[in-house]
């Protein structure tokens, strides 16, 4: 198994939903990472989880939480989010944090709209 | 900090014609060096990668050269396809305290005509 999966693909939620994005890898890979993609523009850091624990938050707001509960997952919950949060929300996972020799694969997505 | 600079897209090209998107560099120490790919819906596909100075990551008939002397990393391919239209990015993964940031260049859409 190459793959991250995301799910899921496409969700709508209004300002005052919760809901959750998933990323699952089976590659044995110890590190973790959210990016959010606007249109048009390349992918922007979230997180990163580092063997199942959070390394780097580059500043993100409250409303997005992500949680690592094991090797092979990774959630990010949303509460109370903004049309502007609207986006591609990108999963990644790699060796080991910030892998230098084999890259970073990436999941196909969620596509999230805040309405 | 880090940065990366793609040339300005987009570009438009013949089946088979020459294909180059220029890219250069400025990070600290030794990063490594990424081209990825991003299809219409879909999400970024590693392409080529390099990990030190003179190295060609190669991959689907692209090339691409880590040259550290002009801090670039220059994807080419010689004979363009239909289905190579799409969204190039050229990115580094530098060491030290950034450990872990994947840095992106704006990207280049590529199209592609029959």
């Known amino acids: 198994d190459t793959e991250v999966t995301q799910t899921p693909k496409h969700l709508v939620m209004g300002m005052t939903n919760k809901k959750s994005l998933k990323c699952e890898q089976h590659?044995?890979?110890?590190?973790m990472y959210w990016y959010k993609q606007k249109a048009k523009k390349p992918p922007e850091l979230m997180f990163v989880?580092?063997?199942?624990?959070?390394?780097i938050n580059e500043s993100v707001p409250s409303r997005f939480s992500p949680e690592c509960p094991n090797s092979s997952l990774l959630n990010l919950h949303l509460h109370a989010l903004q049309p502007e949060d609207s986006a591609l929300y990108l999963c990644?996972?790699?060796?080991?944090?910030?892998?230098?020799?084999?890259?970073?694969?990436f999941g196909s997505g969620t596509r999230l709209t805040v309405v | 900090g880090d940065s990366v600079t793609q040339m300005e897209g987009p570009v438009t090209l013949s089946e088979e014609a020459f294909l180059t998107i220029n890219c250069t560099y400025t990070?600290?120490?030794?990063?490594?060096l990424f081209w990825y790919v991003q299809y219409p819906g879909e999400g970024l596909q590693l392409l080529l990668k390099?990990?030190?100075?003179?190295d060609k990551g190669s991959n689907k008939g692209f090339e691409a050269t880590y040259r550290k002397e002009t801090t670039s990393f220059h994807l080419e391919k010689g004979s363009v396809q239909v289905s190579d239209s799409a969204v190039y990015f050229c990115?580094?993964?530098?060491?030290?305290?950034?450990?872990?940031?994947?840095?992106f260049g704006q990207g280049t859409i590529l199209t592609v005509h029959p």
């Open positions: 990644a996972s790699s060796h080991g944090q910030g892998d230098r020799n084999y890259g970073y694969t």
């Open positions: 590659m044995g890979h110890r590190a």
């Open positions: 989880y580092s063997y199942e624990k959070l390394s």
């Open positions: 990070a600290t120490g030794y990063p490594s």
């Open positions: 390099a990990t030190k100075a003179d």
């Open positions: 990115a580094l993964s530098p060491g030290g305290t950034s450990y872990g940031k994947l840095t």
